[in-house]
Every structure is written in C-alpha cells, then in structure tokens.
C-alpha cells in the first residue's frame, strides 16, 4: 500500500469518526468548564526521528496560536451568567471586540503555556497508550485465535474499551494543564481586574487554597463527555479502515 493511500483512508477514518464524536458527545463541555472556572494514525507518525518531533513541536505551536483566542472567547461564553458581568457577552463577534478594545490582543493569548503543554502531551499519551494497549490485546487474543489476523482479532467492544481508556489515562495526566489555562483566560472584574494575573499564579492560588484537588475540579463531567467520545472515535475510526482494506484489495 502507498503513503498516499494510507494517509487517505486514515484521513477519511479520522473525519468520519471526528464527526461522529463531535455529534454525540458536545454538550457536557459546558459543564465541565463551568467546574473548572469555579487528538493511533498520529501515533505511527511521531517515529524516533529528532526531526520529526521537531516537525510535530512546531505543529502544536501554531496550532496553539491559531486556537487560543478561539478556546478563550469560548471558556468566557461558557462561563458568564447573568449576574456574572455587567454587561455579558451578546455573541461571538461581540466577545472578541469587547476583549479587543479592554484588554488589548494579548488578552486572546492567556492560557497560551498550558494550553501548548495539553495539547502536546493529551495526544502523545493517548495515542501511545492505545497503541500499546491494542498490541497487549491482539497478542492476548492472538495466542487463542492463530488462523486469524491482527486486524480481525478485535470488535467494536475492544476499540471501545481501548479508547476510553487510553483517553482516561490522557486526561489523569494532563487535566490540570486544562484547569490552569481555564482559570487563565476568565474574564476580568467590573474593574477590570483579572482574577488571575498569570499562569503561574493561578498554579499558586490553586494550590494554596484548594490544594491539589483543585487541578482536577470539573474531571468528572469532562470523563462523562470525553471518554465515551473517545471510545466512539476509535469505534468509527477501525470500523472504518476495515471497510477501505476489502475495497484497497479489490483495486
């Protein structure tokens, strides 16, 4: 098979099981933010290259860059009550030029360090823990069933399980990245003072006041959401890549 054909069939599997994820499993995001305020293909990927994690590290950088002011304006929608500001935001557009005009662009940026940190580890641990998890697997079910291949070894119940635990896992680790860029990026006081000043203090405050349980406020509604999400995801990804081999055969 070629590169080309495997990224495609890949790319194909990852949209379909992307939407079908983001279809299902959305709305207790915005629970889990309110707590808080109180990404195998990339796997194969990331070889042992020095270049290619480089390549990937500048990635996530820009990626970060392009999304911050997105994760931002969102966090502040989910988060403002009517009681919470004076004046709540009316919409997107109006969040973005309000942020624009009292807090200047750099405001877009807050949460940008833990934010990076997340997302660069969240993905190399989930998919590196799947990967393993699925090698344990077929070689356990491999030993009882010989005559079959790998690909065939596991049903929809295995990837299930697969990806909801290596997105539990993910989440264990990396959870308190999302705490801290959350608490980050609230919106300022009627004075226009922030709660937080920076990343750094919101470590401090955390810790001081709420100890180390206060990094993993909100990680239930994020399992509830994030998980079974996960497990849909590598449920259509696999099913999906297993209906492209007949057909990649056939031509």
Same mark, same amino acid.
């Given at each position: 098979?070629?590169?080309?054909?495997?990224?495609?069939?890949?790319?194909?599997?990852?949209?379909?099981?992307?939407?079908?994820?983001?279809?299902?499993?959305?709305?207790?995001?915005?629970?889990?933010?309110?707590?808080?305020?109180?990404?195998?293909?990339?796997?194969?990927?990331?070889?042992?290259?020095?270049?290619?994690?480089?390549?990937?590290?500048?990635?996530?950088?820009?990626?970060?860059?392009?999304?911050?002011?997105?994760?931002?304006?969102?966090?502040?929608?989910?988060?403002?009550?009517?009681?919470?500001?004076?004046?709540?935001?009316?919409?997107?557009?109006?969040?973005?030029?309000?942020?624009?005009?009292?807090?200047?662009?750099?405001?877009? $940026? #807050? /949460?940008?360090? %833990?934010? =990076? &940190?997340?997302? !660069?580890?969240?993905?190399? *641990?989930? @998919?590196?823990? +799947?990967?393993?998890?699925?090698?344990?697997?077929?070689?356990?079910?491999?030993?009882?069933?010989?005559?079959?291949?790998?690909?065939?070894?596991?049903?929809?119940?295995?990837?299930?399980?697969?990806?909801?635990?290596?997105?539990?896992?993910?989440?264990?680790?990396?959870?308190?990245?999302?705490?801290?860029?959350?608490?980050?990026?609230?919106?300022?006081?009627?004075?226009?003072?922030?709660?937080?000043?920076?990343?750094?203090?919101?470590?401090?405050?955390?810790?001081?006041?709420?100890?180390?349980?206060?990094? $993993? #406020? /909100?990680?239930? %509604?994020? =399992? &509830?959401?994030? !998980?079974?999400?996960?497990? *849909?995801? @590598?449920?259509? +990804?696999?099913?999906?890549?297993?209906?492209?081999?007949?057909?990649?055969?056939?031509?």
């Amino acid at each position: 098979m070629s590169l080309s054909q495997w990224q495609w069939e890949n790319a194909i599997a990852g949209a379909v099981s992307g939407f079908a994820t983001v279809a299902a499993m959305y709305p207790l995001d915005i629970v889990r933010t309110r707590f808080q305020g109180f990404e195998r293909a990339l796997c194969r990927l990331l070889s042992c290259s020095f270049r290619v994690h480089c390549f990937m590290g500048i990635i996530f950088l820009l990626v970060s860059l392009c999304t911050n002011p997105i994760w931002l304006i969102k966090t502040r929608l989910q988060l403002q009550t009517p009681i919470h500001q004076s004046r709540p935001y009316s919409g997107v557009y109006d969040a973005l030029r309000t942020i624009l005009r009292e807090e200047g662009w750099t405001a877009l $940026y #807050k /949460g940008l360090g %833990p934010g =990076l &940190l997340m997302q !660069v580890s969240h993905g190399a *641990i989930q @998919f590196t823990a +799947y990967e393993e998890l699925r090698r344990i697997l077929v070689d356990y079910k491999g030993r009882k069933r010989k005559s079959e291949s790998a690909s065939n070894l596991l049903n929809s119940f295995d990837y299930a399980v697969l990806g909801g635990s290596s997105k539990i896992a993910a989440i264990l680790v990396t959870y308190p990245f999302q705490v801290i860029r959350t608490r980050s990026q609230q919106r300022p006081s009627n004075e226009g003072i922030p709660r937080y000043m920076s990343s750094w203090h919101v470590v401090k405050e955390t810790a001081r006041f709420e100890g180390f349980r206060g990094f $993993y #406020k /909100g990680i239930t %509604p994020n =399992l &509830l959401k994030n !998980v079974p999400a996960s497990s *849909i995801t @590598f449920i259509v +990804y696999e099913n999906v890549l297993k209906l492209l081999r007949p057909t990649r055969r056939n031509d």
